[in-house]
């Protein structure tokens, strides 16, 4: 057998406000003419550039996750607009300079002619690496052609900026409480891919906002990488660890079970 390809670093970033009846989170839907994730519902997230590695540096943080929220607040910015950053006073921004910021820089970020770190050098601005709490961790299993190795952050929405997908990659967009999230994916309304769905399975246990950043907060984050299995019945299965916290050990393979949701590279 041949050497298991190296899995891409990925970053990927749950965006959450307070709903009526607990957290709501902020999920795009894909194009179904992209390569990747073709007309799933996600979390934004993609590859983590070089560029996010060099900006994590020049922060002076000696977090090892430093260059994965850096790019997950780029991303979050690239697909739904909304910027997790400070002033270099540390002041947040209103909605207003959100807005404002978005206008001059997400369109030209998207299509690849300015950067992120001149953005926020054009600004002012630091990204807001230390906002982001990790909440899971997943690798693409080591016998697939296209692999990732993924951190996922939990994030609270900046209050009163207005989130909107990109338009091109991501066709659609909605804020959602996991539960209604996995209750459409269940009614064939949705499509979710597994590590998505476990995600807002683990996210549907806190109450508010606050309980979910502070469930995170409290738990390890241990890592997940998908094992197939097949059980006594000929079913196919996928073993991941239980202490991962997913409630189980054993889930149904599905068609796009398998796959880490992040945007793949370019």
Not at 23 to 51: D, S, Y
Not at 72 to 101: N, Y
Not at 112 to 117: I, L, T
Not at 162 to 177: C, F, K, N, Q, R
């Amino acid at each position: 057998m041949s050497d298991p390809v190296p899995p891409r670093p990925a970053a990927t970033v749950l965006l959450l406000r307070e709903g009526a009846s607990g957290p709501e989170i902020f999920m795009v839907v894909r194009h179904r003419e992209i390569e990747f994730a073709a007309g799933a519902l996600v979390f934004p997230g993609g590859r983590v550039e070089a560029a996010d590695a060099e900006l994590a540096t020049a922060l002076g943080s000696t977090d090892p996750l430093a260059a994965y929220r850096v790019a997950a607040i780029r991303e979050a910015f690239e697909e739904s607009g909304l910027l997790l950053a400070r002033t270099e006073s540390g002041t947040a921004l209103d909605p207003a300079q959100g807005a404002a910021i978005a206008l001059a820089h997400r369109d030209a970020l998207n299509a690849g002619s300015r950067g992120f770190a001149a953005l926020l050098q054009a600004e002012g601005l630091r990204p807001d690496i230390d906002c982001l709490v990790p909440f899971a961790h997943w690798v693409t299993p080591a016998d697939l052609s296209k692999r990732f190795d993924t951190h996922f952050f939990l994030a609270p929405a900046p209050g009163g900026h207005e989130a909107t997908h990109d338009g091109h990659e991501a066709v659609d967009s909605i804020w959602i409480s996991p539960a209604q999230a996995l209750a459409e994916a269940e009614a064939g309304e949705r499509t979710l891919l597994f590590p998505t769905r476990l995600n807002l399975l683990r996210l549907a246990e806190a109450a508010s906002l606050g309980d979910a950043l502070s469930r995170a907060a409290a738990r390890p984050v241990v890592t997940v990488q998908p094992v197939m299995e097949v059980d006594a019945e000929g079913r196919k299965m996928l073993r991941i660890p239980v202490e991962a916290g997913y409630g189980g050990p054993l889930f149904p393979a599905g068609i796009r079970a398998m796959v880490p949701q992040v945007r793949p590279p370019g």
